[in-house]
């Protein structure tokens, strides 16, 4: 095994005119490159190691973050090893695509999972979130259009981006799939007068949006429900969805795009904001 990572490692060297050192479980310290090191990569445990060849990317990432791997020097050059590339092209284990295999099985957002794979993100309490989100706690990405704007700004102006796209107008029913802690809801019902409803799994989530709701008076225009987007049920003119059809699941994708066209009726129009990367070139 410490055979195979040396080659490897020698090869992303070599290749990349980096020099660098590697300490081993057992001590042995080997350097890689003609110069001197840039940074110093350690497997503090064999089993580091075997995670690192077994699983590619995924294990050496994983070891990492648990301090089984460590990097003293310049992270930046250990990047350019490309490190993520090579190790990403390497075939996993049999046993490493099983269990792989079984943790997306478990982890498939049905009915009864989603509830619970929703607490285990988002139930840490409001008080985490308010740390280092804007004032309306929005959890996606924000619409810059300055290098000097504030997050709230920023936040703000993604909202009404999609007001505008939707044509929002007073009155018009808007249905928010995955709302969060409420602030497109609030942000259309203030500016736009719109009424509507968000849906959500979490229950920190459902009762801070529902108290601001209240708070700001408009409770008569929106509301949001601790429930599943598959159970909601009714007819909207506008239907909008920020940073979470990213979350259902490949399987679900289809089921999630015919429970929208469920909702709105004949002649609305629907938002759909998500994040995705391209496939790789063959």
Known sequence: MKTTLKSLLNLLSNNNNISFEVVFWDGEIIRMGPSNPEFILKFVTKNAAKRTINAGVLGFGEEYMAGNITIEGNFRQLLRLGVDDYFQNLKPS???????????????????????????????GNDFYKLWLDESMTYSCAYY??????????????????????????????VDIGCGWGGMLIYAAKKYMIRGVGCTLSEPQYEYANKKINEMGLADRVQVLLQDYRNVTG????????????????????????????????????????????????
């Open 145 to 174: 259009k300055n290098k000097n704007d504030t997050l709230e700004t920023a936040q703000s102006q993604k909202y009404e981006h999609i007001c505008r796209k939707l044509l929002l107008k007073e009155n018009d029913t808007l």
């Open 235 to 282: 007819k909207y003119d506008k239907f909008v969805s920020i940073g979470m059809f990213e979350h259902v699941g490949k399987k679900f994708m289809p089921l999630f795009m015919e429970k929208a066209k469920s909702l709105l009726k004949l002649g609305g129009a629907g938002l759909l904001h998500t994040i995705g990367k391209e496939r790789q070139a063959p």
């Open 94 to 124: 049999l046993l490493t695509k099983l269990n792989t295999y079984l943790i997306y099985i478990g982890s498939l957002n049905t009915i009864r999972k989603s509830p619970k794979n929703i607490s285990y993100h988002y139930d840490r």
